[in-house]
């Protein structure tokens, strides 16, 4: 991991300055690895979704500060600015899926889908089983078909539906694994999620509680019973973690020094950055750094 900190973080875009193009894309994996030469197995981002399924057992995935062993039928949920790269002799058989936030559109059920399966840090992988394998198949394959239909009345409108049912199967496999999920049957939970969304727009501007909460047009106590009753977490909690998640990849994933990531995440005062690091992680941004790559 010592090389991490003298590389760039490159961000990746699918047809940025194109939104006449289908914002959906689907590669064989293999294909994709081989053409895209050394740029998958650095460390970057991108500003869209991805779905990578992997067939077969082997190698190792690194998805943030974690890696994982890559076993049959694992399917990767990455997030956009999440930061990941396929190791050195990674050759996968499988399906990738890339799309933009766009492409779904914004809906209640697109939101859901976004903040359970593409918002699960602690396990952003599970392995399908043979159910959900033929279930899941036959939506990618129906993808692929219709992806040869650009011509057609309703192209999109029938790949964005493809896309929605494949995801909400792929829901229902993770929701078997018995972890807590958002089920969306209060208004508190709908206004969460905007919150969550408006932190990953303004994390880095250093916006108070009081901001987000005129942004939704509520109090800031209201914003407070929102958040304790949808995750027993306050606002500022929130707030703070989604800025320590970006400190902590610009630490290890970038040469800037720490005066450089103080500004990019919005603090006039270094010292008082590094104050909030120690205050959340129990060490300085140095200590973080030279942990990481030691």
């Known amino acids: 991991m010592s090389k991490k900190g003298s590389i760039k973080i490159e961000q990746y875009h699918l047809h940025k300055g194109h939104p006449e193009k289908l914002q959906f894309e689907v590669y064989d994996l293999k294909s994709y690895l081989k053409s895209s030469g050394d740029l998958a197995r650095i460390p970057h981002s991108h500003s869209y979704y991805q779905i990578l399924w992997v067939y077969h057992a082997g190698g190792v995935h690194f998805i943030d500060f974690d890696s994982y062993d890559v076993k049959a039928n694992s399917i990767f949920f990455i997030s956009k600015n999440q930061i990941h790269y396929f190791d050195k002799s ?83 496999a993770h929701r078997q694994s018995g972890e807590k999920n958002i089920h969306f049957t209060s208004q508190y939970e709908l206004q969460y999620l905007h919150f969550r969304e408006l932190i990953e727009q303004h994390y880095n501007k250093n916006y108070a509680v009081s901001d987000y909460a005129s942004l939704l047009h509520i109090s800031t106590k209201t914003l407070t019973t929102i958040t304790k009753t949808t995750i027993n977490k306050t606002p500022s909690t929130l707030i703070s973690e989604r800025i320590i998640l970006e400190a902590e990849r610009l630490l290890a994933f970038t040469p800037l020094n720490v005066n450089e990531i103080a500004y990019k995440l919005g603090f006039e005062d270094a010292s008082y950055f590094v104050k909030y690091f120690k205050r959340y992680l129990k060490k300085s941004p140095k200590e973080y750094r030279d942990l990481i790559h030691a």
Do not use: W
């Open 90 to 172: 990674a050759s996968h058989d499988g399906v990738l899926i890339h799309f933009n936030e766009s492409f779904l559109m914004q809906s209640d059920v697109d939101i859901f889908l976004k903040y359970n399966v593409f918002n699960n840090h602690g396990a952003p992988y599970y392995c399908l089983t043979k159910d959900v394998i033929e279930l899941a198949n036959s939506y990618v394959n129906l993808i692929k078909k219709e992806k040869t239909r650009a011509l057609d009345f309703g192209h999109q409108q029938v790949i964005r539906y493809l896309l929605k049912s494949l995801l909400i199967v792929l829901e229902r």
